[in-house]
């Protein structure tokens, strides 16, 4: 039977590539998405021209009420979920002391609450069927922290500890949790750096190129497909960062 795996920011970036591969590896994909609904759409059409058909499904996955929707549209469709997802997040790029509630709210509501809320209500199922994989989306910034990203550095240390301690409580019922904390990613979230501040990082780098959404999701693909591995924190960085 085809497994069924939810994609949380599915649209752009990671979240995008990581719901392509899946699809493309003969697994029901819903994709969600909250603000790019023409990302998402062109998503579904792209892989629609390779006969590949996936959901796309908007949701505030950040509103419990919200993320229910999503979960349930899942389960009325496909009658489980197999594998989750929580790719979700945002960054905030700024002085410490120019941080706001407001920064707060969005920062940590997006990138780990979403997270929590999203495992909290997909394990009841994945409990049931006694099995089940759930895939974090951290970030390098969660294990060695970052100067002007302190509350994007927060939050996925948060789902770095999540992680390692759903593992633990999950294990008995074969539910496997693990997280991926990528290094420096060509995406628009990086977009930020200068070219020349980009070459500076890339000399930093031991494999000397910054990473693609391709490197995270062979990863992502590899997590699902093993069966013994759980608790970990995966960094993918070409080097960056040895720990």
């Given at each position: ?10 649209s ?11 699809a ?9 998405y909250n603000h ?10 792209e892989l629609?021209?390779?006969?590949i058909?996936?959901?796309i ?8 009420e ?26 905030e ?7 706001t509630?407001?920064?707060?709210n969005?920062?940590i ?9 999203m ?21 390098i910034w969660?294990i060695?922290g970052?100067?002007?990203e302190?509350?994007y ?7 770095n ?6 593992a633990?409580?999950?294990g ?5 949790v693990n ?24 000399e ?16 992502v693909k590899?997590?699902?497909e ?9 960094s ?5 960062v040895i720990?």
């Open positions: 039977m085809e497994k069924v795996a939810i994609v949380t920011g599915a752009r970036g990671i979240g995008r590539e990581i719901a392509k591969q899946l493309k590896s003969n697994i029901k994909v819903i994709a969600n790019s609904e023409k990302e998402a759409i062109e998503l579904k059409e629609k021209k390779e006969n058909i996936i959901d499904v908007k949701s505030d996955i950040a509103n419990r919200e993320a229910k929707k999503l979960i349930q549209f899942t389960l009325n469709k496909y009658h489980k979920i197999d594998i989750l997802i929580n790719n979700a997040g945002v960054s790029y700024k002085l410490f002391t120019e941080e509630d407001e920064d707060w969005k920062v509501n997006t990138n780990l609450y979403s997270a929590f809320v495992s909290q209500e997909v394990v009841p199922n994945m409990v049931q069927n006694k099995e089940g994989c759930i895939i974090n989306i951290s970030s969660g060695v970052a100067s002007l302190v509350l550095s927060i939050s996925k240390a948060g789902i500890g999540m992680t390692k301690a759903l633990k409580e999950l008995p019922s074969n539910i496997r997280a991926i904390a990528p290094g420096i990613i060509d995406t628009k979230m990086n977009h930020k750096f200068l070219q020349e501040e980009l070459e500076q990082i890339k930093e780098i031991p494999l000397e190129r910054i990473g693609q959404v391709e490197d995270i999701a062979k990863c590899w997590l699902i093993d069966d013994y591995t759980t608790g970990q924190i995966i993918i960085n070409g080097g960056w720990t």
